[in-house]
């Protein structure tokens, strides 16, 4: 491994192009921040609070994926893997701990001091790489690269405003900011697109994913075991946990259905796509959460409706379902009924909610015969054209 070597754009067409071991490594990093921001989802669920905890839980995700989209991106582009690159992605890992250690204050209090330390700190790393990449270019590639850093740069100078303004202000400075931060890439790569790899971009968005519905896994078993040894109530739980590991394996399966790598061709096919997966991630990780409230409402943990809890797991796997379909699956579905397989299950997962303590696993049931309806229409399909 070299010290230090120039800072050269990757290329599209490159062989071979996957996830290095750095990557994966900074992916598992980021499971600290999203168990942070489930753990409390689940207090502010279980406490009957929704409209404190889903806002403060859209927010707190929607800090870890950007930080997250941020480095995939500039990675696919001008990773060159060398001492340097590697330090300061090490440096960027550090901001993502100091961020999820901030999640809890954040949530419960409005202080967001941590948060946007940690945030300080990725930026500061975000932007030298992109420096560094401008300071290796010519033309419009070092404009694109130095719009990058100013952008950035300036985005978290605004982010200031939740540290400075009243706490009624805070949520609208962050949907301001949130808006502002999604401008940078379409704007610094108006005239010029960096060499990001299809491929490998939708290797790292499907890693992300796997991650994702890992710890929805770990956050439903740790949730199981303890009202297990609490309660003992292995009958009454086990309807929950059953159709929480249905929905689970069914997203997925959903997910890695169809190669999507082929339909990221252009920028504004692959912006759409990769914004879009903030609702893909959001509700795969509220899935975990909602099982816990399910579980937590079932052993009397929690006293909230049982419509409530059935609803903080179906609510989030409907809105998975949805939102694949119209960012990644429809793009190889053929015909109406492959289109519809999805849309339609998203609906009945919603009816779902009204099946009182079997929800749950009414919903898992749901979840895996879409998976069985979809396998075995694209089955026919591919057995037609192949007759043909």
Request: charged letters at 10%.
């Given at each position: 491994m070299s010290v230090l070597r120039p800072m050269t754009a990757r290329g599209r067409e490159e062989s071979h192009r996957a996830a290095t071991p750095l990557e994966l490594f900074f992916d598992l990093c980021f499971v600290v921040a999203v168990a942070q921001?489930?753990?409390?989802?689940v207090h502010a669920l279980a406490e009957g609070h929704p409209q404190h905890g889903i806002p403060g839980y859209l927010m707190m995700f929607f800090a870890v994926w950007w930080a997250w989209m941020n480095f995939s991106w500039f990675s696919s582009a001008y990773d060159t893997d060398d001492a340097l690159y590697r330090v300061v992605t090490l440096v960027q890992i550090a901001g993502v701990l100091i961020l999820a250690a901030g999640v809890p204050r954040a949530f419960d209090r409005g202080d967001f001091t941590a948060v946007w330390f940690g945030y300080l700190v990725m930026r500061f790393a975000m932007v030298s790489q992109w420096l560094r990449a401008a300071h290796g270019a010519e033309g419009e590639e070092r404009t694109t690269a130095l719009r990058y850093a100013a952008g950035i740069s300036l985005c978290q100078v605004g982010w200031l405003g939740l540290l400075l303004l009243p706490g009624h202000a805070k949520p609208w400075v962050f949907l301001v900011m949130a808006v502002l931060e999604m401008c940078v890439p379409?704007?610094?790569e108006h005239r010029h697109q960096t060499g990001w790899h299809p491929h490998h971009i939708a290797e790292r968005y499907g890693l992300f994913t796997i991650i994702v519905l890992g710890e929805t896994v770990s956050a439903a078993t740790v949730a199981v075991q303890s009202a297990v040894d609490e309660h003992g109530s292995l009958g009454t739980l086990l309807p929950i946990a059953a159709g929480g590991l249905l929905i689970i394996f069914a997203a997925y399966w959903i997910y890695f259905a169809v190669p999507i790598h082929l339909h990221l061709a252009s920028?504004?096919?692959?912006?759409?796509?990769?914004?879009?997966?903030?609702?893909?991630?959001?509700?795969?990780a509220a899935v975990g959460a909602g099982i816990e409230v399910a579980i937590e409402t079932a052993t009397g943990k929690a006293h909230i409706p049982t419509t409530a809890a059935s609803a903080a797991v179906t609510v989030p796997t409907a809105l998975f379902m949805l939102t694949v379909w119209l960012i990644h699956s429809r793009h190889q579905k053929r015909g109406p009924a492959q289109q519809l397989v999805l849309p339609v299950s998203a609906v009945l997962v919603l009816l779902c909610t009204f099946a009182g303590n079997r929800a749950v696993l009414a919903a898992g049931l749901v979840a895996a015969a879409t998976v069985v309806v979809g396998v075995t229409l694209t089955a026919r399909r591919a057995a037609r054209e192949q007759d043909a």
């Amino acid at each position: 491994m070299s010290v230090l070597r120039p800072m050269t754009a990757r290329g599209r067409e490159e062989s071979h192009r996957a996830a290095t071991p750095l990557e994966l490594f900074f992916d598992l990093c980021f499971v600290v921040a999203v168990a942070q921001a489930g753990r409390q989802l689940v207090h502010a669920l279980a406490e009957g609070h929704p409209q404190h905890g889903i806002p403060g839980y859209l927010m707190m995700f929607f800090a870890v994926w950007w930080a997250w989209m941020n480095f995939s991106w500039f990675s696919s582009a001008y990773d060159t893997d060398d001492a340097l690159y590697r330090v300061v992605t090490l440096v960027q890992i550090a901001g993502v701990l100091i961020l999820a250690a901030g999640v809890p204050r954040a949530f419960d209090r409005g202080d967001f001091t941590a948060v946007w330390f940690g945030y300080l700190v990725m930026r500061f790393a975000m932007v030298s790489q992109w420096l560094r990449a401008a300071h290796g270019a010519e033309g419009e590639e070092r404009t694109t690269a130095l719009r990058y850093a100013a952008g950035i740069s300036l985005c978290q100078v605004g982010w200031l405003g939740l540290l400075l303004l009243p706490g009624h202000a805070k949520p609208w400075v962050f949907l301001v900011m949130a808006v502002l931060e999604m401008c940078v890439p379409p704007i610094a790569e108006h005239r010029h697109q960096t060499g990001w790899h299809p491929h490998h971009i939708a290797e790292r968005y499907g890693l992300f994913t796997i991650i994702v519905l890992g710890e929805t896994v770990s956050a439903a078993t740790v949730a199981v075991q303890s009202a297990v040894d609490e309660h003992g109530s292995l009958g009454t739980l086990l309807p929950i946990a059953a159709g929480g590991l249905l929905i689970i394996f069914a997203a997925y399966w959903i997910y890695f259905a169809v190669p999507i790598h082929l339909h990221l061709a252009s920028n504004s096919q692959a912006f759409l796509w990769g914004y879009g997966h903030y609702p893909v991630f959001v509700s795969a990780a509220a899935v975990g959460a909602g099982i816990e409230v399910a579980i937590e409402t079932a052993t009397g943990k929690a006293h909230i409706p049982t419509t409530a809890a059935s609803a903080a797991v179906t609510v989030p796997t409907a809105l998975f379902m949805l939102t694949v379909w119209l960012i990644h699956s429809r793009h190889q579905k053929r015909g109406p009924a492959q289109q519809l397989v999805l849309p339609v299950s998203a609906v009945l997962v919603l009816l779902c909610t009204f099946a009182g303590n079997r929800a749950v696993l009414a919903a898992g049931l749901v979840a895996a015969a879409t998976v069985v309806v979809g396998v075995t229409l694209t089955a026919r399909r591919a057995a037609r054209e192949q007759d043909a």
